[in-house]
């Protein structure tokens, strides 16, 4: 668990500042302005271990929203603004699921499976998850 937080917290600073840089740069944005910026999150992206195909499908999806932004619009405030936006969008997309979430059945043995590195808090996660469904009347 600290170290999923630690990985988070720095995937986390690593795309405010490229948001950071890319809204305080005061020079007019381009084409190769944009592809810098989509490549410094794509690193930070794939550093955190984000799968290579969902980065690269990402940084398609901001920069087929954007390009056509950037090469007509010599508003460079309001594009910039819009690639954030698009950016924090397509992070958002990649997180939401239509995958319903695994519900109980009583009487049945259900199992679940839990996965992480040593140290990351595995075993204190499942007493509390066991401890949950033992107060809820479930037999663990």
Not at 45 to 52: G, M, Q, S
């Amino acid at each position: 668990n600290k170290i999923a937080t630690m990985v988070l917290a720095e995937l986390g600073g690593k795309l405010r500042e490229s948001l950071r840089k890319l809204g305080s740069n005061s020079e007019p944005l381009d084409e190769s302005a944009l592809n810098s910026f989509l490549s410094e999150i794509a690193r930070a992206l794939i550093e955190a271990d984000v799968n290579v195909k969902l980065v690269m499908s990402l940084r398609e999806q901001v920069k087929s929203k954007v390009a056509p932004l950037v090469l007509n619009n010599n508003n460079s405030t309001h594009v910039k603004r819009v690639i954030q936006r698009e950016v924090i969008q397509a992070l958002t997309d990649l997180l939401e699921t239509d995958t319903k979430p695994y519900v109980m059945k009583r009487g049945k043995s259900n199992v679940i499976l839990f996965v992480g590195l040593q140290g990351a808090g595995k075993t204190t996660s499942i007493a509390k998850f066991a401890n949950y469904y033992q107060r809820k009347g479930w037999k663990t």
